[in-house]
Every structure is written in C-alpha cells, then in structure tokens.
C-alpha cells in the first residue's frame, strides 16, 4: 500500500506563493501517477493538477499558468508550486496516487488559506 503525507500548506497573502509537497511511502508497485486536488467548504473536491508516467501533465483551467506541478522519482515526491494566489484557491488540498494494478491512494489533506 502507499501511504501519503501532505505538507506546505499555510496562510498566504492573495498573489503570494506555497509550494506544497506529497511524499509516498510503503510497499507498493509503480506509481504511474500522481496529482493534486482541493475541496473548498461547500464544494466538490476537483482535480488542481496532476502528472503521469513520461511527464504528462494536467491543470484545472483555473490554474493554468500559475500551478506548476512536478514530481521527484528519487525522493517519491510531487510538488505543486503555486503562484499568485487567489482567494479562490483556497482549499484542503490532497494528494493522489495511482498504484499500477491497485488502485487510487489519498493523503489527508493540506489547508491552504489565502488572505485578500
């Protein structure tokens, strides 16, 4: 199984910047992607961004040009750096993993809080 850890969320000022982490960890086979999503109060959670094997890459419309995902294979990592925050980017951002044969993996969440 993977196991997750979200870390990097925080209070940013609106057009600031975070850079979140995702670290998997455990027995597992491939990982063949991983990706970021947000769920804010109210709303269904949503796909931010998300990479696959041979350095696919995926935004939400709404981030385009100021998400960058990208992921370290060496350390088991994905990062999201996020500039120019806006009000309507924060969330409970969670990572995900997709384990080849088995299936979809969740970490627990990390809050990003973005003041106006």
């Known amino acids: 199984q993977v196991q997750l850890v979200e870390s990097g969320g925080g209070l940013v000022q609106a057009g600031g910047s975070l850079r979140l982490s995702c670290a998997a960890s455990?027995?597992?086979?491939?990982?063949?992607?991983m990706g970021w999503y947000r769920q804010a109060p109210g709303k269904q959670r949503e796909l931010v961004a998300a990479?696959?094997?041979?350095?696919?890459?995926n935004y939400a419309d709404s981030v385009k040009g100021r998400f960058t995902i990208s992921r370290d294979n060496a350390k088991n990592t994905v990062y999201l750096q996020m500039n120019n925050l806006k009000a309507e980017d924060a969330a409970v951002y969670y990572c995900?993993?997709?384990?080849?044969?088995?299936?979809?993996?969740w970490g627990k969440g990390t809050l990003v809080t973005v003041s106006s």
């Open positions: 455990g027995s597992y086979n491939s990982i063949v992607a």
């Open positions: 990479t696959a094997t041979g350095g696919v890459t």
């Open positions: 995900k993993a997709v384990e080849i044969y088995r299936g979809d993996y």
